[in-house]
């Protein structure tokens, strides 16, 4: 990682720290002022959009059905697989809590990224203390892609959108399978919201009529 200058800030993203147990202790030896910014998502949307990345790679797994469930018939979730193990966020923030206090820490809702691109970034440069650069001008709807993209980013003067990898159309999902995975979620997400102060209303979602989700 390159030094940091008077004026700069240092940003690193991983998203898998998040839910890597020894990854709390460590960053903390290393910097503990450090701030920590953390995107959530519907978790039932999120393990969906996990196992559609997975599927693009490896095309003959089995289906997102078979794999949510240890047995179906009883309706036991295998909270071991890691496309819904990563969406029981109290959990992984319990490990973090041990190290950091909830001020160095940002939620950004996955949801508010893509009906509000601009009061998410609003809200992420008053964490880092940043004059509000980033505003509504930078971004515009773009209807093909069904996402918000940037107008003109930094490097050239053509509008740039994100990959082809990134808004994918999720597969159909059993929807008794999804209102199991509400169901499954609802205790930790609750328990999310209470240890972050931030109610994300991903239980309103529950028709599949969840903004930004194609599900
Ligand atoms: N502006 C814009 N354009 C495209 N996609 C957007 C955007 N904002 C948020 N999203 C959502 O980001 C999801 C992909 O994020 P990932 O977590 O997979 O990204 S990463 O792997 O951490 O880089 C991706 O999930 P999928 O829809 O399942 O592909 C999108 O829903």
Redesign the pocket.
């Known amino acids: 990682m390159p030094s940091t200058l008077e004026g700069q800030i240092t940003m690193e993203?991983t998203?898998s720290y998040f839910v890597t147990n020894s990854a709390p202790k460590r960053i903390h030896m290393m910097a503990r002022d450090i701030k920590l910014i953390i995107?959530v998502?519907n978790p039932v949307?999120r393990a969906?959009?996990?196992y559609?990345?997975t599927l693009s790679k490896r095309p003959e797994i089995p289906t997102f059905e078979v794999l949510a469930f240890k047995n179906r018939t009883l309706g036991l979730i295998d909270a071991s697989w890691s496309a819904l193990r990563i969406g029981i966020y109290a959990l992984h923030l319990e490990s973090w809590m041990q190290y950091f206090p909830l001020s160095q820490m940002h939620f950004v809702s996955?949801e508010g990224?893509?009906v509000d691109?601009a009061g998410e970034m609003a809200k992420v440069q008053d964490f880092l203390g940043l004059k509000r650069i980033v505003t509504d001008k930078h971004f515009y709807f773009n209807k093909t892609?069904g996402?918000?993209?940037l107008k003109k980013p930094e490097d050239s003067s053509t509008p740039r959108?994100?990959g082809k990898?990134?808004?994918?159309t999720?597969p159909k999902i059993d929807p008794d399978v999804i209102r199991r995975l509400h169901k499954f979620y609802k205790p930790f997400n609750m328990m999310f919201y209470q240890m972050t102060g931030q109610n994300f209303q991903w239980e309103l979602e529950e028709d599949g009529a969840s903004p930004?989700s194609?599900d």
Do not use: A, M, W
Not at 165 to 168: E, N, T
């Open positions: 993203k998203p995107v998502r949307t969906i959009s996990d559609t990345q996955g990224l893509i691109p892609k996402f918000p993209c959108c994100l990898s990134k808004g994918r999720h930004g194609r």
